[in-house]
């Protein structure tokens, strides 16, 4: 009997690791600011709290895609990080 499963390159999926990179890097900075701004204007208690408990889940989830990038980079290739393989000419 073959086995057809195939482990995953990363610890997630492409497209999971898209949006939540997207959710990362564009999503939570800009919903922390929102909560200051308007927490200073409309007095919102706790705003400050709340942007920086949202700025601290978005570097969790950097992180934790960073985890997952370095993990898809070494199930691809053995080359350093950053760096680009070369097809060897004959």
Known sequence: MTDTTTEPKGLIPDKLYDILKWVAIIVMP??????????????????G????????????????????????GNSTTNTPSGTTPVAETK
Not at 30 to 47: D, E, K, N, R
Not at 49 to 72: C, E, F, R
């Open 30 to 47: 800009a919903l922390a600011t929102f909560v200051v701004g308007l927490g200073g204007i409309w007095s919102v208690p706790y705003a």
């Open 49 to 72: 709290q709340i942007a920086a408990t949202v700025t601290a889940i978005g570097v969790l989830l950097g992180a934790l895609l960073g985890l997952s990038s370095v993990k898809y």
